[in-house]
């Protein structure tokens, strides 16, 4: 967003974001819900739409749903029901959806927006640190069919045809498009914690529907909103926003009047296309499904509420305290589940879990990159990263030593650190001779003995540095520092 468009306008973001919800069956009917599958071979009569097939609920995706609400703290109508949103589209052959219009299962609500969540470009000058971005509900409705537009004829895939989707509705609280990109990353963290998705937008797993509207500083109310349609990846989203802001603000620099309207995203050209001209909500002839009974909620909020997990900002604050880590560090472990998972079992018990978290941090996750691989499919096991951060805590081997038996162990993945460690030579020198090239190294640097003797601890680490040359290596950094102390600082 330049300068001179945001010095005259205000930026209004709302986002309608469709997740698709991890349940074995469809919304409506038993048929089976998976990725991948021969086109149209997921289907029955309930999902194709034809004429006396019944719909029943799927209380999976019902409990899933309120979850989600819990996790992002929305409250719960006593009773909700089902509603039919009609029109022709081929992706519904009904001419109609079932959805929920104004008793849905989740009202109000909030999304933090985490730090780490924001583009790693704008991470170190958050505008608004904090920023709490409202909802306005959550609605659980049914997915259409796939579309695939060819050249000259399209293509209809209906297994994805009623799919549970959970619809999240947020208020026009997002400024700029990378607080958009923070709130989707940072809601499908809080969905995939949940375990209700796995938000996967390369899957079509989370799609995004993006409104912005500009309005002058000091104008209460908001301008006319456009709508950016069927967005499948947080960069896109990120670049049209960008796009659509300098269009609107231009046409607005020109005094042209910006209709509500639909665009859709080009990637190809980096630009937004108008679609159609918007229909508003009472063109849809929302009206009670009668094929479906309204629904009392309160006893499964109460059955909800008792397996609630762990929130990804509790778990930061709860690595803090219980590791003694730093919060950035803290927040890189729980920004991933599974990262978070494989932390707190390297570090349960372990001698030094601030040490474990360095290593998960700088050694793992760049081994993990560069060999293109998931925490999931890490070769090292937790308890073995575990074992070879004690082995260099105790001094039995060095850091230097302990890097070459994580790419041994990395590369191996079935033998224990202590095994490559011996395997390779990595015997600590004795004590006896570690304290022989102590004495060594203050005599031949007189020097920066000296500072050490009057306080300088910087000088430590230059001595140190010429014992672990004596030892090749074998000496503990941390108890030749501590016996260079001992001998100049009696």
Same mark, same amino acid.
């Given at each position: 967003?330049?300068?001179?468009?945001?010095?005259?306008?205000?930026?209004?973001?709302?986002?309608?974001?469709?997740?698709?919800?991890?349940?074995?069956?469809?919304?409506?009917?038993?048929?089976?819900?998976?990725?991948?599958?021969?086109?149209?071979?997921?289907?029955?009569?309930?999902?194709?739409?034809?004429?006396?097939?019944?719909?029943?609920?799927?209380?999976?995706?019902?409990?899933?749903?309120?979850?989600?609400?819990?996790? $992002?703290?929305?409250?719960?109508?006593?009773? *909700? #029901?089902?509603?039919?949103?009609?029109?022709?589209?081929?992706?519904?052959?009904?001419?109609?959806?079932?959805?929920? &219009?104004?008793?849905?299962?989740?009202?109000?609500?909030?999304?933090?927006?985490?730090?780490?969540?924001?583009?790693?470009?704008?991470?170190?000058?958050?505008?608004?640190?904090?920023?709490?971005?409202?909802?306005?509900?959550?609605?659980?409705?049914?997915?259409?069919?796939?579309?695939?537009?060819?050249?000259?004829?399209?293509?209809?895939?209906?297994?994805?045809?009623?799919?549970?989707?959970?619809?999240?509705?947020?208020?026009?609280?997002?400024?700029?498009?990378?607080?958009?990109?923070?709130?989707?990353?940072?809601?499908?963290?809080?969905?995939?914690?949940?375990?209700?998705?796995?938000?996967?937008?390369? #899957?079509?797993?989370?799609?995004?529907?993006?409104?912005?509207?500009?309005?002058?500083?000091?104008?209460?109310?908001?301008?006319?909103?456009?709508?950016?349609?069927?967005?499948? +990846?947080?960069?896109?989203?990120?670049?049209?926003?960008?796009?659509?802001?300098?269009?609107?603000?231009?046409?607005?620099?020109?005094?042209?009047?910006?209709?509500?309207?639909?665009?859709?995203?080009?990637?190809?050209?980096?630009?937004?296309?108008?679609?159609?001209?918007?229909?508003?909500?009472?063109?849809?002839?929302?009206?009670?499904?009668?094929?479906? $009974?309204?629904?009392?909620?309160?006893?499964?909020?109460?059955?909800?509420?008792?397996?609630?997990?762990?929130?990804?900002?509790?778990?930061?604050?709860?690595?803090?305290?219980?590791?003694?880590?730093?919060?950035?560090?803290?927040?890189?472990?729980?920004?991933?589940?599974?990262?978070?998972?494989?932390?707190? =079992?390297?570090?349960?018990?372990?001698?030094?879990? #601030?040490?474990?978290?360095?290593? *998960?941090?700088?050694?793992?996750?760049?081994?993990?990159?560069?060999?293109?691989?998931?925490?999931?499919?890490?070769?090292?096991?937790?308890?073995?990263?575990?074992?070879?951060?004690?082995?260099?805590?105790?001094?039995?081997? +060095?850091?230097?030593?302990?890097?070459?038996?994580?790419?041994?162990?990395?590369?191996?993945?079935? #033998?224990?650190?202590?095994?490559?460690?011996?395997?390779?030579? &990595?015997?600590?020198?004795?004590?006896?001779?570690?304290?022989?090239?102590?004495?060594?190294?203050?005599?031949?640097?007189?020097?920066?003995?000296?500072?050490?003797?009057?306080?300088?601890?910087?000088?430590?680490?230059?001595?140190?540095? =010429?014992?672990?040359?004596? +030892?090749?290596?074998?000496?503990?950094?941390?108890?030749?520092?501590?016996?260079?102390?001992?001998?100049?600082?009696?």
């Amino acid at each position: 967003m330049s300068t001179a468009t945001a010095n005259k306008y205000l930026v209004s973001i709302g986002l309608e974001v469709h997740v698709q919800l991890k349940t074995n069956s469809k919304m409506f009917c038993a048929c089976p819900v998976r990725y991948g599958d021969e086109p149209n071979t997921l289907t029955c009569p309930v999902c194709l739409g034809l004429p006396g097939a019944m719909p029943v609920l799927n209380i999976g995706a019902i409990k899933r749903t309120l979850r989600s609400g819990l996790m $992002l703290g929305c409250e719960t109508p006593p009773i *909700v #029901k089902w509603d039919r949103k009609s029109y022709f589209y081929p992706d519904m052959p009904k001419n109609y959806q079932i959805t929920q &219009f104004d008793l849905p299962l989740c009202e109000g609500g909030k999304v933090p927006l985490y730090d780490l969540a924001y583009p790693k470009e704008v991470q170190k000058n958050i505008p608004e640190p904090g920023k709490n971005i409202a909802l306005t509900r959550i609605h659980l409705e049914e997915d259409v069919a796939k579309s695939t537009h060819h050249a000259s004829f399209s293509s209809i895939d209906f297994n994805r045809a009623g799919t549970p989707l959970m619809e999240i509705v947020s208020e026009p609280d997002i400024t700029t498009p990378d607080e958009a990109f923070a709130y989707l990353n940072s809601l499908r963290q809080i969905l995939v914690y949940a375990g209700v998705s796995d938000a996967d937008m390369e #899957k079509g797993q989370m799609r995004c529907d993006v409104n912005v509207s500009l309005r002058p500083i000091g104008q209460k109310e908001l301008g006319s909103k456009v709508e950016l349609k069927n967005l499948n +990846s947080m960069s896109a989203v990120r670049r049209s926003l960008y796009y659509e802001i300098e269009r609107q603000g231009e046409a607005l620099d020109n005094n042209e009047i910006i209709i509500q309207s639909t665009r859709r995203w080009d990637d190809s050209i980096e630009e937004t296309r108008l679609m159609r001209t918007k229909e508003d909500a009472h063109d849809y002839r929302y009206l009670p499904d009668p094929d479906l $009974l309204p629904l009392h909620t309160p006893d499964l909020v109460a059955e909800a509420r008792l397996d609630l997990p762990e929130l990804p900002h509790t778990k930061v604050a709860r690595f803090e305290k219980d590791f003694g880590i730093t919060h950035y560090d803290a927040s890189v472990l729980a920004s991933d589940q599974n990262l978070a998972d494989y932390y707190e =079992q390297a570090a349960a018990g372990a001698s030094s879990a #601030k040490k474990v978290a360095n290593w *998960v941090i700088n050694n793992l996750l760049a081994a993990l990159n560069e060999k293109n691989l998931d925490i999931t499919d890490c070769p090292l096991s937790a308890q073995s990263l575990r074992e070879l951060v004690d082995l260099i805590e105790v001094g039995q081997i +060095s850091n230097s030593q302990g890097k070459e038996v994580f790419i041994a162990l990395f590369e191996t993945g079935d #033998k224990s650190p202590a095994k490559i460690a011996k395997e390779k030579g &990595f015997e600590p020198a004795d004590s006896g001779e570690i304290d022989a090239f102590i004495d060594q190294a203050i005599a031949a640097n007189p020097g920066p003995a000296g500072e050490v003797s009057e306080g300088n601890d910087k000088a430590i680490n230059f001595l140190t540095g =010429q014992v672990m040359k004596l +030892s090749r290596g074998k000496a503990n950094p941390k108890q030749v520092g501590e016996g260079i102390i001992t001998r100049l600082r009696p």
